[in-house]
């Protein structure tokens, strides 16, 4: 077992990965609109002074004292670049995040340029801050930076994400107003793609009712609304406006199958046996159509069934259709892998997994953190934290693809319910630095668990720590650590911590004056 899991992290690796999830592939839409780039938000890149400023930032910053002591200390030329990176890696961060900025706004020789203000943007919609938000819009345009779609695109999605789908949209239409230019149709498409993405098709609907006529219609728009409908399992609605689209005399094209065809397999149950076999023939009805039509299935289609195939724990289907796709000269990707992965995994063949790990690798294919998550999940059902914690050091020494703030979650659940905390702190730290985490569901996941062990002072100790990050806790959190310690006859405990709540809402406010940032009270 040890050589043969070595063997994973040992072959050579591709220079690129695809960050793409195991689970679904409908997260991994190849017509979607809402992309980093497309909106304009820099990317994670190595940088020796963010690193430093960041770690400074996240392990010194007194929430009740200015940010500038611990920054003045280091005297790092300020770059646009350096500040990006920064920010970055304090995007979980929100509270500390917005202080840093603000403290470099004030910096000689400094100026911020409209990434900057898009990546806090960014991490204030995340913590629905959106009073904040608006804020750093009207600066930016008082400060001549001319707000952009970008800008507006990554606010937008923000708030549907937070269910303020018209909210959305009035700030969709105000646009207009600040960037001085009539909305565009991809502009449109990405308005309909997100309130999909987020499954609020019927908003999506409504309004391209409504505005349809304005901006006419494509393939694509009708794809995001096929999609929408097959998301929120209403397949009939899916096939009626794909029958729209070709009535209107508009050709569907590979990604629109493949979008109908994820939706007929998606979340179609596949037990009793009878129930599979249905799912597996009306996707071969979708594969027929498209021949008749001159389409070709291409590897995200062979992929969406293979994911059926995963689903209903048929390893040696996955593996048949695997070496099919290969058979016809079609190249298996990380989804594709993933999915046989998970099947794997699932049904217990984990020395077949890491054999097939080996052929991605030997392939070209590297493998993704959700590709490893496979076997996490795995170990966390058989209890086996040497195997789970072997790989997870393996894959932190070895392996160019870091693991996921998903990975580190599974592994802090699993090992606080083993009662490993010595291990807990391990992967806790190790989320601390790379960057990527811990964010609201990491927090959420070791306080709840913290409870269900009666920890109540280390449970105590993240609730607040968690705050102090600019992290609201969700209103079950609160209640849950309340209820456990009047319970436990622990009020005196709790009355500390209300005090440090109270404490910390005030300076909050303090803090951020020139802010409408919302104090966390409960």
């Given amino acids: 077992m040890a050589s043969s899991m070595a063997r994973i992290f040992s072959l050579p690796r591709s220079t690129t990965t695809t960050p793409i999830s195991h689970l679904s592939l409908s997260k ?18 190595p940088s020796p002074d963010a690193d430093q400023m960041s770690q400074l930032l996240l392990h010194h910053h007194n929430p009740y004292h200015p940010t500038e ?52 943007i960014d991490a204030l919609g995340k913590v629905r801050q959106f009073d ?107 096939e009626k406006f794909f029958r729209e689209m070709v009535d209107r005399g508009i050709e569907p094209n590979v990604v629109t199958y493949n979008v109908l065809l994820d939706g007929i ?36 289609s062979y992929s969406i069934v293979l994911h059926v195939y995963s689903r209903a724990h048929k390893p040696e289907l996955c593996l048949d259709k695997l070496n099919m796709m290969k058979s016809r000269g079609i190249c298996p990707t990380v989804v594709s892998y993933t999915s046989v992965v998970k099947c794997l995994c699932s049904c217990g063949r984990i020395e077949d997994a890491e054999e097939l790990v080996n052929e991605m690798v030997g392939n070209g294919v590297s493998p993704t953190a959700g590709t490893y998550n496979c076997f996490f999940k795995e170990y966390r059902g058989r209890k086996d934290a040497d195997r789970a914690l072997n790989l997870y050091r393996k894959m932190r020494q070895e392996s160019q693809q870091l ?95 209300k005090k440090k709540l109270e404490e910390e809402s005030i300076t909050f406010g303090s803090e951020f004056q020139n802010y409408h940032f919302k104090p966390y009270r409960r």
């Fill in 28 to 45: 991994t839409r190849p017509f979607s609109t809402t992309t980093h780039d497309q909106l304009n938000l820099p990317s994670l890149h």
């Fill in 69 to 120: 002591s611990p920054l003045q200390l280091i005297g790092i030329l300020l770059s646009p670049h350096l500040v990006h990176q920064t920010l970055i890696r304090l995007r979980n961060v929100s509270k500390i995040a917005l202080s840093f900025f603000h403290w470099a706004k004030s910096q000689p020789n400094y100026r911020h340029d409209p990434a900057a203000y898009h990546l806090m």
């Fill in 132 to 238: 904040v938000a608006w804020q750093l819009v009207i600066e930016m345009d008082n400060l001549k930076l001319k707000p952009s779609f970008a800008t507006f695109g990554i606010l937008t999605r923000r708030l549907i994400s937070a269910g303020l789908t018209r909210q959305a949209i009035r700030a969709f239409d105000d646009m207009e107003s600040f960037v001085e230019k009539e909305t565009s149709r991809d502009e449109f498409r990405f308005l309909l793609d997100t309130l999909c993405k987020y499954g609020y098709v019927k908003v999506a609907t409504e309004v391209f009712n409504e505005r349809k006529s304005r901006f006419g219609v494509d393939v694509k728009m009708y794809t995001v609304l096929v999609y929408g409908w097959c998301k929120i399992n209403r397949p009939k609605m899916a």
């Fill in 265 to 300: 397999c998606r979340k179609s149950s596949l037990h009793p046996e009878e129930r599979f076999e249905r799912t597996i023939k009306d996707a071969e009805k979708v594969f027929d159509e498209m021949r008749e039509r001159g389409i070709e299935p291409d590897v995200t």
């Fill in 403 to 497: 693991p996921s703030v998903h990975t580190y979650n599974i592994l802090v659940g699993m090992f606080v319910k083993l009662d490993r905390m010595e291990i807990v702190k391990e992967i806790w730290d190790d989320m601390k630095a790379s960057g990527g985490g811990p964010d609201l569901d990491s927090y959420t996941l070791l306080i709840h668990s913290l409870c269900e062990k009666k920890k109540w002072k280390e449970a105590c100790q993240f609730f607040v720590e968690m705050i102090e990050r600019g992290l609201l806790p969700q209103k079950v959190t609160f209640e849950t650590l309340y209820r456990g310690l009047i319970q436990s006859d622990m009020l005196r405990t709790w009355r500390r911590l």
